[in-house]
């Protein structure tokens, strides 16, 4: 197990009347990369604003590398930053931006240069140090803006939805690079961010938060697999709902759709008789059968959705309906909107949510 | 056929703006006879006029750098320093006002209140024994009349720098910040490169505002002050010079300071602002 | 504070010396005289007059070719931009005096040789030097709304050009263009050079006179004038909250 690198302890913080982070409590690991997830107004900027020092919390305390933090000023705090909006000083060349940081700690210049030069070289701009950041697309000026949070090499670093104003494409690639390039750099980071694919792809863990507190901490693969709370469950993947009747609280046995099936997972102390809410994935369900699969459910076809290398199609099962995906296959056509169908996957992929 | 669209513009501007003021310029280059000549411009270097023009300049550059200075520190407190929103949109609208208010009824207004007579200096003398008349103070004075100047200059400034100031960035500090720069540091690095583009094509304005003011002068002290506008109005006047010739070079002279005065911003502006599109 | 006081005392000192002339007590006597002065009546309706007619001919010059540059000649636009910035760099009395010499009675055209023509020669100073505040109003205005889209619309269903400019492109920018004008009413309605140098009878030199033989009346010119120049600011700053903030595409 690696060191505790960054610590933030039962951090709350009000704004007048309004509490927007309650008891947040986080250990981070040097070297990890941890992102805050949710949606706007959960309180995951303000919490990453009190690690950066530009927010005082209202109760609890910060702890960077093992020293207290908490009442130091951003300038103190040795950390990068990257905002949405990229930040770059308009005034200075990227060359200028990159160096700010070596600057103000008076760096000598021919060290400083060398320290710039690398930089750009690792994000792939060698040719750009005598550019302004207006002659620069959003994409490379938020590269930018990651080098010169880098340059002076601090203790952390800190994104503040850095891919948030950019394209698609852009977003996509870019993400990759920020990964790979904190890995090459060993730099613990926390990543803001509302958007799960980023948050899934890039982190070592995930704190999922809503109306300022924290719902779940666990891995991208824990936090999709087995979200802890209904919050989680909804606000990562699309999931699918399904309405069950527990027909035998003491042997894990529901009932959907006139089905009996038996789930291993603990029904929550649920009696019989009570009605539960199951979700699942679409990627954990099969059109027909298919071995391994030991739960199966009729219904009928009633959307197809042609994605290129996946088909999403909906089925209708009695008073509920599941979307789920099959991969192309360019032997066999796609299903056809009012046929038949059974659909099966294991009854231990069923996931019950939080009443 | 596009260019047909902006004859109308460009003939007025050629012959209300560009023609008359070349007309000056070339008549500034003869004598009564029409001949070509350098006598008009070196009768500038006279005591009299010469006089004028340090005068003038002297005014232009004072208002124009205090008027500056005062105009951005109001602007920044208006803007950063927390103020409610009521005082800061009541500042705006009084500087427009206040940078439109200038001319005769300025005049007026100063000598209400710091000419001899005027309700401060009267208060200031009864109320609390100073007399600033006796103190050397005088409103029609070089010190009285740029004092009356700053009353529209300093908020003429606030109007112009304000949107200026409004388009600084705080993530542009919040950065500076996480990357060690102190407050001093990211003022010195950032904030005045960034403003002072805007700074300087403000003060050049300034001065060739106060410089070509007439008005405000003229109401003040009447033809008494001896400023190159108001020698140049005598002169328009009344041909105070008896010689024409030497009035259209009088006319070039301010042309010519302000002319340098934009070129210097211009130069000042290319060195400064590589950085803008 | 000592900014505030030295921006509002000035105010209060001349509303307070113009309730002085009657000896003893305050009144508004001076006023009274002021408002009953026929030259006060006169000189004020021919300054709103010729601000009047220097709005229109503003208005005239600068929204065709505002427009005209931003549709089809955006590689003039410098050009056309240092022109309006030269009435700030040449002062009015140089401008004026050019005038003088170029357009007397002896000359080929000779604005001065009648009353008539020297109003019109007045309009035409004023005109430049507004010119400044009214093409950036105008051009402003024109950057909010998308000029090229809704030309290429009205040309689609028709539309020609004297159609174009007045039925759709003025009354996009007509809040803009009127905030230019309330600004081009402040600056001439008691601007003094050009006025007293054409030697028209216009509120600006009837302000100077007075102001050179009387004591009170003065001050409550001064505030006559400064609550018209308010009203005017007033008048912008409410426009502005129609404004378009920027309608379909702010691109450029």
Same mark, same amino acid.
């Given at each position: 197990?690696?060191?505790?690198?960054?610590?933030?302890?039962?951090?709350?913080?009000?704004?007048?009347?309004?509490?927007?982070?309650?008891?947040?409590?986080?250990?981070?690991?040097?070297?990890?990369?941890?992102?805050?997830?949710?949606?706007?107004?959960?309180?995951?900027?303000?919490?990453?604003?009190?690690?950066?020092?530009?927010?005082?919390?209202?109760?609890?305390?910060?702890?960077?590398?093992?020293?207290?933090?908490?009442?130091?000023?951003?300038?103190?705090?040795?950390?990068?930053?990257?905002?949405?909006?990229?930040?770059?000083?308009?005034?200075?060349?990227?060359?200028?931006?990159?160096?700010?940081?070596?600057?103000?700690?008076?760096?000598?210049?021919?060290?400083?240069?060398?320290?710039?030069? #690398?930089?750009?070289?690792?994000?792939?701009?060698?040719?750009?140090?005598?550019?302004?950041?207006?002659?620069?697309?959003?994409?490379?000026?938020?590269? =930018?803006?990651?080098?010169?949070?880098?340059?002076?090499?601090?203790?952390?670093?800190?994104?503040?939805?850095?891919?948030?104003?950019?394209?698609?494409? =852009?977003?996509?690639?870019?993400?990759?690079?920020?990964?790979?390039?904190?890995?090459?750099?060993?730099?613990?980071?926390?990543?803001?961010?509302?958007?799960?694919? #980023?948050?899934?792809?890039?982190?070592?863990?995930?704190?999922?938060?809503?109306?300022?507190?924290?719902?779940?901490?666990?891995?991208?693969?824990?936090?999709?697999?087995?979200?802890?709370?209904?919050?989680?469950?909804?606000?990562?993947?699309?999931?699918?709902?399904?309405?069950?009747?527990?027909?035998?609280?003491?042997?894990?046995?529901?009932?959907?759709?006139?089905?009996?099936?038996?789930?291993?997972?603990?029904?929550?102390?649920?009696?019989?008789?009570?009605?539960?809410?199951?979700?699942?994935?679409?990627?954990?369900?099969?059109?027909?059968?298919?071995?391994?699969?030991?739960?199966?459910?009729?219904?009928?076809?009633?959307?197809?959705?042609?994605?290129?290398?996946?088909?999403?199609?909906?089925?209708?099962?009695?008073?509920?309906?599941?979307?789920?995906?099959?991969?192309?296959?360019?032997?066999?056509?796609?299903? =056809?909107?009012?046929?038949?169908?059974?659909?099966?996957?294991?009854?231990?992929?069923?996931?019950?949510?939080?009443? | 056929?596009?260019?047909?669209?902006?004859?109308?513009?460009?003939?007025?501007?050629?012959?209300?703006?560009?023609?008359?003021?070349?007309?000056?310029?070339?008549?500034?280059?003869?004598?009564?006879?029409?001949?070509?000549?350098?006598?008009?411009?070196?009768?500038?270097?006279?005591?009299?006029?010469?006089?004028? &023009?340090?005068?003038?300049?002297?005014?232009?550059?004072?208002?124009?750098?205090?008027?500056?200075?005062?105009?951005?520190?109001?602007?920044?407190?208006?803007?950063?320093?927390?103020?409610?929103?009521?005082?800061?949109?009541?500042?705006?609208?009084?500087?427009?006002?206040?940078?439109?208010?200038?001319?005769?009824?300025?005049?007026?207004?100063?000598?209400?209140?710091?000419?001899?007579?005027?309700?401060?200096?009267?208060?200031?003398?009864?109320?609390?024994?100073?007399?600033?008349?006796?103190?050397?103070?005088?409103?029609?004075?070089?010190?009285?009349?740029?004092?009356?100047?700053? &009353?529209?200059?300093?908020?003429?400034?606030?109007?112009?720098?304000?949107?200026?100031?409004?388009?600084?960035?705080?993530?542009?500090?919040?950065?500076?910040?996480?990357?060690?720069?102190?407050?001093?540091?990211?003022?010195?690095?950032?904030?005045?490169?960034?403003?002072?583009?805007?700074?300087?094509?403000?003060?050049?304005?300034?001065?060739?505002?106060?410089?070509?003011?007439?008005?405000?002068?003229?109401?003040?002290?009447?033809?008494?002050?001896?400023?190159?506008?108001?020698?140049?109005?005598?002169?328009?006047?009344?041909?105070?010079?008896?010689?024409?010739?030497?009035? &259209?070079?009088?006319?070039?002279?301010?042309?010519?300071?302000?002319?340098?005065?934009?070129?210097?911003?211009?130069?000042?502006?290319?060195?400064?602002?590589?950085?803008?599109? | 504070?000592?900014?505030?006081?030295?921006?509002?005392?000035?105010?209060?000192?001349?509303?307070?010396?113009?309730?002085?002339?009657?000896?003893?007590?305050?009144?508004?006597?001076?006023?009274?005289?002021?408002?009953?002065?026929?030259?006060?009546?006169?000189?004020?309706?021919?300054?709103?007059?010729?601000?009047?007619?220097?709005?229109?001919?503003?208005?005239?010059?600068?929204?065709?070719?505002?427009?005209?540059?931003?549709?089809?000649?955006?590689?003039?636009?410098?050009?056309?931009?240092?022109?309006?910035?030269?009435?700030?760099?040449?002062?009015?009395?140089?401008?004026?005096?050019?005038?003088?010499?170029?357009?007397?009675?002896?000359?080929?055209?000779?604005?001065?040789?009648?009353?008539?023509?020297?109003?019109?020669?007045?309009?035409?100073?004023?005109?430049?030097?507004?010119?400044?505040?009214?093409?950036?109003?105008?051009?402003?205005?024109?950057?909010?709304?998308?000029?090229?889209?809704?030309?290429?619309?009205?040309?689609?269903?028709?539309?020609?050009?004297?159609?174009?400019?007045?039925?759709?492109?003025?009354?996009?920018?007509?809040?803009?263009?009127?905030?230019?004008?309330?600004?081009?009413?402040?600056?001439?309605?008691?601007?003094?050079?050009?006025?007293?140098?054409?030697?028209?009878?216009?509120?600006?030199?009837?302000?100077?006179?007075?102001?050179?033989?009387?004591?009170?009346?003065?001050?409550?010119?001064?505030? +006559?004038?400064?609550?018209?120049?308010?009203?005017?600011?007033?008048?912008?700053? +409410?426009?502005?909250?129609?404004?378009?903030?920027?309608?379909?595409?702010?691109?450029?």
């Amino acid at each position: 197990m690696a060191e505790t690198f960054l610590s933030i302890q039962n951090v709350r913080k009000a704004f007048g009347a309004t509490t927007v982070v309650q008891d947040f409590s986080l250990e981070v690991e040097r070297g990890e990369f941890v992102s805050f997830l949710g949606p706007s107004g959960c309180g995951k900027t303000t919490m990453l604003r009190i690690v950066a020092g530009f927010e005082e919390p209202s109760a609890g305390r910060v702890m960077i590398g093992g020293k207290d933090v908490t009442n130091l000023k951003p300038n103190q705090r040795d950390i990068g930053m990257v905002f949405q909006a990229y930040a770059l000083f308009p005034n200075l060349t990227v060359a200028q931006n990159i160096g700010f940081g070596l600057k103000v700690a008076r760096m000598p210049k021919a060290q400083s240069d060398a320290r710039v030069a #690398e930089m750009l070289a690792i994000i792939k701009l060698p040719e750009f140090g005598t550019r302004y950041p207006y002659q620069l697309s959003g994409g490379q000026q938020q590269r =930018v803006a990651l080098a010169r949070a880098l340059a002076p090499k601090p203790k952390l670093l800190l994104l503040d939805e850095p891919l948030s104003a950019l394209d698609a494409k =852009v977003r996509v690639s870019l993400r990759e690079e920020i990964r790979s390039i904190q890995k090459k750099t060993g730099i613990t980071t926390i990543f803001v961010t509302h958007d799960q694919e #980023e948050a899934l792809s890039m982190s070592d863990r995930i704190v999922v938060m809503y109306s300022g507190k924290v719902e779940q901490v666990g891995t991208p693969f824990e936090i999709y697999n087995k979200p802890a709370t209904g919050f989680v469950a909804n606000f990562i993947g699309t999931l699918n709902v399904l309405e069950a009747t527990v027909s035998n609280a003491a042997s894990g046995k529901v009932r959907i759709d006139k089905k009996e099936i038996a789930i291993k997972e603990k029904l929550n102390g649920s009696k019989t008789g009570d009605v539960l809410s199951l979700a699942l994935r679409p990627e954990a369900i099969s059109l027909g059968r298919r071995p391994g699969n030991d739960a199966t459910l009729t219904g009928e076809i009633a959307e197809v959705h042609f994605l290129g290398s996946v088909i999403r199609v909906r089925v209708n099962l009695g008073n509920s309906a599941v979307s789920l995906d099959t991969f192309n296959s360019p032997a066999s056509p796609p299903p =056809v909107v009012g046929d038949k169908a059974e659909v099966s996957f294991k009854a231990g992929d069923l996931l019950v949510l939080n009443a | 056929m596009h260019w047909l669209g902006v004859v109308p513009f460009f003939a007025f501007a050629l012959l209300f703006l560009v023609m008359p003021t070349i007309g000056l310029v070339a008549g500034a280059f003869r004598n009564s006879a029409g001949e070509l000549t350098l006598e008009n411009i070196v009768a500038l270097s006279q005591p009299k006029l010469a006089a004028a &023009y340090w005068v003038s300049i002297k005014i232009s550059i004072t208002t124009a750098i205090l008027g500056a200075l005062a105009g951005l520190a109001i602007a920044t407190a208006i803007i950063r320093g927390g103020l409610p929103s009521w005082l800061r949109s009541a500042t705006l609208t009084f500087s427009g006002v206040a940078s439109n208010f200038a001319g005769v009824p300025l005049a007026f207004a100063f000598i209400a209140t710091l000419g001899r007579l005027g309700v401060v200096t009267i208060l200031l003398r009864d109320v609390f024994g100073i007399n600033i008349y006796a103190m050397g103070f005088n409103l029609l004075s070089l010190w009285g009349l740029s004092l009356t100047y700053l &009353y529209f200059q300093i908020p003429l400034m606030i109007v112009i720098i304000t949107p200026a100031i409004d388009g600084l960035k705080k993530e542009w500090g919040e950065a500076a910040a996480t990357l060690g720069a102190t407050t001093w540091q990211y003022w010195r690095m950032v904030i005045i490169p960034v403003l002072w583009p805007s700074f300087l094509g403000t003060v050049v304005l300034l001065f060739a505002n106060a410089f070509g003011a007439v008005a405000t002068a003229y109401a003040l002290t009447g033809p008494s002050l001896n400023i190159v506008p108001i020698q140049l109005f005598a002169q328009i006047r009344g041909d105070v010079l008896y010689n024409p010739n030497l009035g &259209y070079a009088l006319a070039l002279g301010m042309i010519v300071i302000t002319g340098v005065a934009n070129l210097l911003y211009i130069w000042l502006q290319r060195r400064s602002e590589r950085w803008l599109k | 504070m000592a900014g505030a006081a030295y921006f509002i005392l000035p105010l209060i000192a001349t509303f307070e010396f113009s309730l002085r002339k009657r000896r003893g007590s305050y009144s508004f006597d001076a006023y009274r005289t002021v408002f009953s002065d026929p030259n006060f009546q006169a000189t004020l309706t021919y300054s709103i007059i010729v601000a009047i007619f220097t709005i229109l001919l503003g208005v005239l010059l600068v929204v065709p070719t505002a427009y005209w540059i931003r549709l089809r000649l955006p590689w003039l636009r410098p050009v056309v931009e240092f022109i309006t910035l030269l009435p700030l760099v040449i002062p009015a009395i140089v401008i004026v005096f050019g005038y003088i010499r170029m357009f007397g009675s002896n000359s080929s055209l000779p604005f001065l040789a009648t009353a008539r023509g020297t109003d019109v020669l007045l309009v035409i100073g004023y005109a430049s030097l507004s010119l400044p505040y009214m093409y950036r109003a105008v051009d402003t205005g024109l950057r909010t709304v998308d000029v090229r889209t809704l030309t290429e619309a009205a040309q689609i269903l028709g539309a020609g050009w004297v159609t174009i400019i007045s039925r759709i492109i003025l009354p996009n920018v007509l809040i803009a263009v009127l905030s230019g004008a309330f600004l081009t009413f402040a600056i001439v309605i008691g601007e003094f050079t050009m006025a007293s140098l054409l030697n028209r009878p216009a509120f600006g030199p009837y302000l100077q006179n007075i102001g050179a033989n009387f004591a009170y009346e003065p001050s409550a010119l001064a505030v +006559i004038a400064f609550a018209i120049t308010w009203g005017c600011m007033s008048v912008i700053q +409410i426009l502005s909250r129609f404004a378009p903030k920027s309608a379909n595409n702010p691109a450029n």
